[in-house]
């Protein structure tokens, strides 16, 4: 590692290059990993009902929403260590460490004897889940050229919808007790996940180190090395062309160093870049409350209890509306980099607050039945998805490198932690109820926290479409 300042053009040359299937091949290798969490969110959501089965775990409504809160507890943890260690360490060994961490504690919920062990398994789950947020997102922006990276990441993040929709369909056979028994079902439905997991491994190969984070560490030769080896695929691919597109931003300096101290991360966070990290914090919440409240841990339940949905049938509901969750970035994410992140960041927190209010009041007075129930989830879900998707990436964009994978775990850690933890036991307890006039509170209370991030978009937005890394965050080093 060098001690010299570096002058490296390299940020601007990974964003000049054209699209390409090695971008492509990138968003595969980093894109499936969010199926397999849309996968597992989806499975632990339809095997909730079946757990309260006495021939599975005996549990209660109020333990099936606390196992959820394990989850996101457990993912808190992760998010925070594996954040910090990702800037620290690199972003192509954390893929590793936490997907193992995934398919270990995955595979041993499958053999779960109690609701403790299975909380405890939960909880270590999410903590793999948690770890992979970061390094996944700051690999996404610091990979993908500026002109699409907003469509980009959308559209991975995303694909844990898909996993949700392949999640529904598997349930529909795995927790059918025509064709398996209740006591083995959910068992292999983890099974499943865990032996996904291995084979993500595989792909994990073919995505290199950050360049822009090698320069941080000075490791300057690594980091040109990585970039000619993109260069020469991007331009195998456009017609025979090796000549590399020529950069158009400015030489970027950086001074290495071994880490970022918590004290310079504090003062940059709380001082230097306060309303970004009030922006950040008001978007994470709420939509981690959102998803997390209205989402695959409790609509299971709302319909079993309110409309009387067999456990077994549950997943034919969850189908539209995993799709709905793809639907929408896959039909506006481009729109985040032609018309901008704010206005549609602003549309699509506001739109999914209207359309919940709409809802809720028509569940109040009775007006749904379960598959109106489901559709309007599926629509309210096709505007919220892209908001959602939206929070990860504004916050990976708008800190600079040095800390952008912590900044991510800490945003994603207080949204769960204060927006999230606590909406599936919260639910479950108004949905135990069987009152509908106390889970419309709860409707209302997410509405208004997605408002609420509306108008703080709004106020202090940051126009970051087609703009490079350095230019929308200053590098530390750079200074």
Not at 225 to 247: E, F, L, S, T
Not at 257 to 268: E, H
Not at 441 to 468: D, N, P
């Amino acid at each position: 590692m060098t001690a010299e300042p570096i002058k490296t053009d390299l940020p601007a040359r990974m964003d000049a290059l054209p699209w390409s299937r090695w971008h492509l091949l990138i968003v595969i290798a980093l894109g499936i990993r969010w199926v397999l969490d849309g996968l597992e969110v989806t499975l632990a959501g339809a095997v909730g009902a079946t757990l309260k089965d006495p021939a599975a775990l005996g549990l209660s409504d109020a333990d099936v929403g606390l196992s959820g809160t394990f989850y996101l507890i457990g993912a808190v943890a992760g998010a925070i260590g594996f954040g910090y260690a990702t800037d620290r360490f690199g972003r192509r060994k954390l893929f590793f460490l936490t997907l193992l961490l995934y398919v270990g504690a995955t595979a041993a919920s499958a053999l779960s004897w109690g609701p403790g062990s299975y909380f405890v398994f939960r909880a270590l789950t999410g903590a793999g889940i948690g770890g992979e947020y970061a390094a996944i997102n700051s690999a996404i922006d610091e990979l993908i050229p500026a002109r699409v990276r907003g469509h980009v990441d959308l559209l991975i993040n995303s694909t844990f919808w898909l996993g949700a929709a392949l999640g529904s369909g598997a349930t529909i056979v795995l927790l059918n007790p025509e064709f398996l028994p209740v006591a083995y079902g959910w068992r292999i439905v983890f099974g499943i996940g865990a032996v996904l997991g291995l084979g993500i491994l595989l792909l994990r190969n073919s995505v290199p180190e950050s360049p822009r984070w090698l320069l941080t560490r000075g490791r300057v030769d690594e980091a040109e090395a990585v970039v000619k080896d993109i260069q020469k695929h991007v331009m195998q691919d456009a017609n025979g062309d090796h000549r590399a597109p020529k950069p158009q931003h400015r030489v970027t300096t950086i001074h290495p160093r071994s880490s970022t101290p918590w004290k310079q991360i504090g003062r940059v966070m709380l001082v230097e870049h306060r309303t970004r990290s009030i922006l950040a914090f008001v978007l994470m919440v709420a939509q981690a409350f959102f998803y997390n409240a209205l989402g695959f841990f409790t609509l299971p339940l709302i319909l079993t209890k309110f409309y009387a949905v067999p456990a077994s049938h549950v997943s034919w509901y969850l189908l539209p509306f995993a799709v709905g969750n793809i639907a929408g970035p896959v039909l506006l994410g481009r729109l985040f980099d032609v018309i901008g992140r704010k206005p549609m960041i602003i549309a699509t927190y506001a739109g999914a607050a209207v359309l919940l209010v709409i809802t809720a009041v028509l569940f109040q007075h009775d007006l749904l039945t379960a598959v109106t129930q489901a559709l309007t989830w599926t629509v309210i879900f096709f505007v919220a998805s892209c908001a959602a998707s939206a929070a990860y990436l504004t916050v990976s964009e708008i800190f600079p490198l040095e800390l952008r994978a912590i900044a991510i775990s800490i945003f994603y850690a207080i949204g769960t932690l204060i927006g999230g933890a606590g909406a599936p036991a919260l639910f479950g307890y108004l949905i135990d109820t069987g009152s509908r006039n106390m889970v419309l509170l709860g409707f209302l209370l997410a509405a208004a926290l997605m408002a609420t991030a509306a108008a703080a978009e709004a106020i202090w937005g940051v126009k970051a479409e087609r703009r490079s890394l350095e230019e929308i965050a200053t590098p530390l080093e750079a200074r």
